[in-house]
């Protein structure tokens, strides 16, 4: 839902940013309008196509949450898509059909300020951007093999317990008094209200024992003692336990990055059919694997200090696939405009065509970014405890996604054409 408001608001912003661009150029208000919405149309496409794409794969080889993720994403992507690109038009020219809304700027004077026309040199200073980033992937790799991950029982087998209480606890206190009784192994989120809990635990997860439930029932109750209701017994309190074999936990992990991996595939696929050059794709797929890695880098470096649980299970897969379906409506949206003015001056100078399209778009790009960081905001501090590491994870993908569409991307593919050019010069000269 998440990643369905975000594309909503970026074609919405795309748009309003192309009429504002036609509106410069001296075109009358109607006439803006419709060349703003024809030439925003492509980028809108493609960028959305190329999400239905992921989610349509995770459909096939997702499981579970990720399934549910993958149709939410569908619906949601067709539906932002018709209203932005059919629906408000028609408003536009509903209200301006009866003598309404006939002197839109599209512009304020905040946006007058801020947004002006850029000049900024992105190949060069992608060469000190893409260093930071390599020092961040070794101590990231460093992390992954000395602080590791909190994995959930998704990937390593174990026991959920939704338990409800009489009066609204803290998970943290919880946390405590179980720790002892499930060795160390008990991690607990609220769920719902404030007097619901889930607790999650790989503790016995690999015995054999015939009476291992009735075991750790009697180890929650022990735990739990001082907030079970007199009279009662730690059954009354537990809503609902689910059991993840070790087995079934290997299998989840498989099919989830099996189902990453063919996405981000079938996204190198689609924008080498798209933009007719294995450069874009190269560059797209570089950048999406940093967006993905760096979601897990910082989970690993940040894990044991956040103040809220950052395990990961399905639910972090399904983060991680949506910061990639978000990224990649940036890399698209850049390649379209690059793509635009190629054809526009075929004769321009590389670097300078992609230095253009990428400022071209940068309004859009901080608007866009700017306006999902605050949803995100919202969310993290206005949500409850069950959703905080998702949109933890989305606000690192939607920061890293960013600066990888203007800084690796949009490079790695001027690298590749430049040596393609080159290697076209000197065949000529043979």
């Known amino acids: 839902m998440i990643l369905s408001l975000a594309m909503a608001v970026d074609a919405n912003v795309l748009i309003n940013e192309r009429i504002k661009e036609e509106l410069a150029n001296g075109k009358s208000l109607r006439k803006a309008l419709e060349d703003g919405y024809k030439n925003a149309f492509s980028a809108i496409f493609d ?14 080889f997702g499981t579970g949450a990720i399934k549910g993720f993958a149709v939410t994403l569908i619906i949601g992507i067709a539906v932002s898509f018709l209203t932005a690109v059919f629906l408000t038009r028609l408003v536009y020219e509903f209200q301006m059909e009866r003598g309404k809304w006939q002197k839109l700027t599209f512009n304020t004077g905040f946006s007058k300020a801020i947004f002006n026309v850029y000049n900024f040199d992105f190949i060069h200073n992608s060469k000190k951007i893409n260093t930071a980033i390599g020092i961040f992937i070794i101590v990231s790799i460093i992390s992954l093999f ?9 990937f390593t087998g174990g026991r959920n317990y939704i338990v409800r209480f009489d009066q609204p606890v803290k998970t943290g206190d919880i946390e405590e008094t179980l720790q002892p009784v499930l060795n160390g192994s008990a991690q607990v989120i609220t769920i719902g209200s404030s007097n619901q809990v889930r607790i999650s635990t790989n503790y016995l997860i690999d015995s054999e024992s015939t009476t291992v439930e009735d075991d750790l029932i009697t180890a929650l109750g022990e ?5 079970i ?14 059991k993840v074999g070790p087995s079934v936990a290997e299998d989840m992990l498989k099919n989830a990055s ?5 996405a981000l595939l079938c996204m190198g696929i689609y924008i080498l059919a798209r933009f007719r050059n294995w450069a874009f794709s190269v560059g797209t797929v570089a950048a999406l694997a940093i967006d993905a890695f760096a979601v897990i880098g910082f989970y690993s470096l ?3 200090i956040m103040p809220f649980t950052m395990e990961i299970d399905q639910t972090f897969v399904a983060a991680i696939l949506t910061v990639v379906g978000y990224s990649i409506n940036d890399k698209v949206v850049v390649f379209d405009r690059f793509r635009e003015v190629r054809q526009l001056y075929p004769k321009r100078e590389l670097r300078a065509t992609f230095n253009d399209s990428m400022n071209a778009v940068l309004a859009r790009t ?24 998702f949109v933890f994870a989305m606000l690192i993908g939607v ?14 593919a001027y690298i590749l054409m430049k040596r393609q050019e080159e290697k076209k010069l000197l065949a000529a000269k043979k």
């Open 47 to 60: 960028s959305n196509l190329t999400t239905i794409i992921t989610g349509i794969v995770l459909v096939v």
């Open 399 to 412: 920061v890293v996604g960013t600066v990888t569409s203007l800084f690796v991307a949009s490079p790695v």
């Open 258 to 262: 099996l189902a990453l991996a063919i």
């Open 146 to 154: 000395t602080l590791k991950l909190n994995s959930g029982i998704d």
């Open 366 to 389: 901080i608007n866009t970014g700017l306006s999902t960081i605050l949803v995100i905001f919202c969310i993290l501090f206005l949500g409850g405890d069950a959703v905080r590491s």
């Open 302 to 304: 940040l894990w044991k």
């Open 229 to 242: 209701t007199p009279g009662n017994t730690i059954n009354d309190h537990i809503q609902s336990s689910q």
């Open 223 to 227: 735990g739990l003692q001082e907030y």
